[in-house]
């Protein structure tokens, strides 16, 4: 028996976020909105989502000893996540500079900070949890090789799930465990190469697949979702939405589909899920201020609701 459904290995952040009419130009100064500070990182994001929808989840991350610090972890607790694997102290807490345009979508810079010094070793001493988690997934906000130790640590049985963001060439050994890789068009191109990758979204899905990976879930945003496994290519169809906020809407969709494969789903019914938990964060400002509870997942109105329940991502396939 597990005691967690899902442990979330990553980064914690202060997202500092300002709304603009448009990004500036290289040398351009515009003027934005007034600052507004939410809690946020991808493993942050991950967990806070997760524990939303009802999964028993806990985090392993670093924060600093200060005032974001403790803001992550009062939002971490308030939204039921075990926080016994963050560690305090080491550097400042992480911070992300965002800004979101009229349309909704986001640009981010990261400063790693206390995420840069979640080290291996601090993996190695939290086995325990390792050991008690049905699922872990990762992303890389946090060193590499914390990552590659994450993948070691894995109890026989469980499963790990990767979202390679931001993206970087990853070793076969990593890829090699991913059930699945989730990746946004930028990120597929990346690890696979431009030169390489053509316009077919389920050629980059057979190709990463060849890299390794168990199974491989591509985002495209509007146009939904491709799930591409040993079985074959799924296309997993969009719900519009009307776009108000894309932070964290793909931290999201990977805390969905994570939680609902620990729970048995098929890989296409785990992203449909997954799909409509995105759509809904997309609706609402903030990046954990948007998740929804799974109730308010599947409420009639909720805008995700489809034939035979059928949905997919609207638009986190670009975000955070």
């Known amino acids: 028996m597990y005691d967690y459904d899902l442990l979330v290995v990553g980064s914690a952040n202060a997202d500092l976020v300002i709304g603009v009419e448009r990004r500036p130009a290289a040398g351009e100064t515009v003027l934005g909105s007034d600052l507004a500070v939410h809690p946020g990182g991808k493993g942050a994001n991950q967990a806070v989502a997760a524990a939303r929808l009802g999964a028993r989840t806990a985090l392993l991350a670093r924060v600093g000893d200060d005032a ?23 550097a400042p807490t992480g911070v992300a500079l965002i800004t979101v345009d009229p349309s909704g979508d986001n640009s981010i810079v990261v400063s790693p900070g206390a995420n840069g010094r979640l080290t291996p070793q601090d993996v190695r001493t939290a086995a325990s949890l390792f050991q008690a988690s049905r699922v872990v997934s990762a992303q890389l906000e946090i060193p590499l090789e914390t990552v590659e130790e994450t993948v070691r640590s894995l109890a026989p049985g469980s499963r790990f799930v990767l979202n390679p963001s931001p993206p970087r060439p990853l070793p ?8 699945p890789l989730i990746v946004n068009e930028h990120e597929a191109k990346v ?19 060849a890299r390794g990976p168990r199974s491989v879930v591509v985002t495209l945003g509007a146009e939904g979702a491709l799930v591409a496994s040993a079985q074959g290519v799924t296309h997993v169809p969009a719900v519009p939405v009307d776009a108000v906020d894309t932070t964290g809407a793909g931290d999201a969709f990977t805390a969905a589909l994570a939680w609902r494969l620990g729970q048995g789903d098929e890989l296409a019914d785990a992203a449909a899920f997954a799909a409509r938990v995105g759509a809904v964060a997309v609706t609402r400002a903030g990046a954990q201020d948007s998740y929804p509870t799974a109730a308010e997942v599947a409420a009639p109105g909720s805008g995700t609701e489809g034939p035979g329940g059928e949905a997919a991502a609207a638009e986190q396939g670009g975000a955070r």
């Open 68 to 90: 974001y610090g403790r803001l992550l972890l009062d939002s971490q607790r308030a939204a039921g996540v075990d926080t016994v694997g963050v560690l305090v102290g080491g």
């Open 172 to 179: 076969t050994s990593l890829l090699a465990a991913c059930d």
């Open 191 to 209: 690890l696979l190469g431009d030169a390489t990758v053509g316009d077919d979204p389920a050629h980059w899905a057979r190709l990463l697949l």
